[in-house]
């Protein structure tokens, strides 16, 4: 059964780091496209960025645009979301999603804070 496992979230003080973790695991089919999403209380899921398999089409929102950094392991099937820089604003649960040709793949989430 294929599933997309999220880790890598949690607690940071303002201007720190995190790297988000989107492992692949099952047959899912070939991955053409991958994003990240994030949702803070109260508000609607945004798309924070996207990029496909091979790179092209990359972008980012206006909102962690030069901050955030999304790539991908090919081998590991593991999509990663580097952030740094970070601000209370960036508190949210974080989601990847993974287009392929059988469908698209969420993973359940994972929690950021950013606090002092």
């Known amino acids: 059964q294929a599933q997309l496992v999220e880790s890598g979230g949690g607690l940071v003080q303002p201007g720190g780091s995190l790297r988000l973790s989107c492992a692949a695991s099952?047959?899912?089919?070939?991955?053409?496209?991958m994003r990240w999403y994030r949702q803070a209380p109260g508000k609607e899921r945004e798309l924070v960025a996207a990029?496909?398999?091979?790179?092209?089409?990359?972008r980012y929102s206006d909102s962690v645009k030069g901050r955030f950094t999304i790539s991908r392991d090919k081998a590991n099937r593991t999509t990663y979301l580097q952030m740094s820089g970070l601000k209370p604003d960036d508190t949210a649960v974080y989601y990847c999603?993974?287009?392929?040709?059988?469908?698209?793949?969420w993973g359940q989430g994972t929690q950021v804070t950013v606090s002092s």
């Open positions: 999603r993974l287009t392929t040709p059988w469908g698209d793949y």
């Open positions: 099952g047959s899912i089919g070939s991955i053409t496209a």
């Open positions: 990029r496909a398999s091979g790179g092209s089409n990359t």
